[in-house]
């Protein structure tokens, strides 16, 4: 199994430009989770989804949008891209609670805005 | 919403020694309570959870203890190694989905 993959892996955007940053999973974990982890801080979660075609803002959603067409894919996407949101990108899963909570992270997209 | 907080910020600890992480939240629905370690450039790894149902945990060296009258848990290590360093976060969770992390704490282990 791959786990949790994220791309890119580095990204520098201008200010305004639009970019998605993708993640997948292959363990059928039906919950998937976007955070923001800047410089020095903890994570700050953005949107969860506890299954396909299910998401639901976390705590700083504003600026983002994400999707979840099917079990594996969770993209986000961000539109108008500011220096605020300069950060690196963290994806992860896990199964229903009933059984295991578990969140297994992605490698992280490290973002720039300029 | 859920609010969670962590002391200290940073911690030094002699090697060999414990070291005591805690962590409060507010909100009392709260049912489920990671702990993860995250070194330099890498990604957070759990290390230890603890459902609301049970008082104390452990695993090795690393315990958790949960105090749900008080609202707090707390991560305890014993007999820290070198290779302990890095930053921990604490986290609190309704049902596995919201996730409200603490801003961690820099755990140095001096040789």
């Known amino acids: 199994n791959a786990g949790v993959t994220q791309t890119p892996k580095f990204r520098i955007l201008k200010i305004g430009q639009s970019m998605t940053l993708q993640c997948a999973q292959d363990?059928?974990?039906?919950?998937m989770y976007w955070y923001r982890q800047d410089p020095g801080m903890g994570l700050k979660l953005i949107y969860y989804?506890?299954?396909?075609?299910?998401?639901d803002k976390g705590e700083v959603p504003n600026g983002y949008n994400v999707s979840r067409s099917t079990t594996e894919d969770f993209p986000l996407r961000l539109e108008l891209a500011a220096p605020s949101q300069t950060s690196v990108y963290f994806c992860?899963?896990?199964?229903?609670?009933?059984?295991?909570?578990?969140?297994?992270f992605g490698p992280g997209t490290r973002l720039t805005v300029l | 919403g859920e609010n969670v907080e962590q002391h200290p910020s940073t911690l030094s600890v002699q090697e060999g020694d414990s070291a005591v992480i805690k962590c409060t939240y507010s909100?009392?629905?709260?049912?489920?309570f990671p702990w993860y370690k995250q070194e330099l450039g890498k990604r957070p790894q759990l290390i230890i959870d603890?459902?609301?149902?049970?008082g104390e945990k452990k695993d090795q060296r690393i315990a958790v203890t949960l105090n749900k009258t008080a609202k707090h848990f707390s991560l305890h290590i014993t007999e820290t190694q070198p290779e302990d360093s890095a930053v921990y976060f604490c986290?609190?969770?309704?049902?596995?989905?919201?996730?409200?992390f603490g801003p961690g704490t820099r755990l140095s282990v001096l040789p």
């Open positions: 992860a899963s896990s199964r229903q609670p009933n059984t295991y909570n578990e969140q297994f």
């Open positions: 363990m059928n974990h039906n919950y």
């Open positions: 989804s506890v299954g396909a075609g299910i998401t």
């Open positions: 909100d009392s629905a709260s049912n489920y």
């Open positions: 603890i459902r609301s149902n049970v």
């Open positions: 986290a609190a969770s309704k049902n596995g989905q919201n996730f409200v």
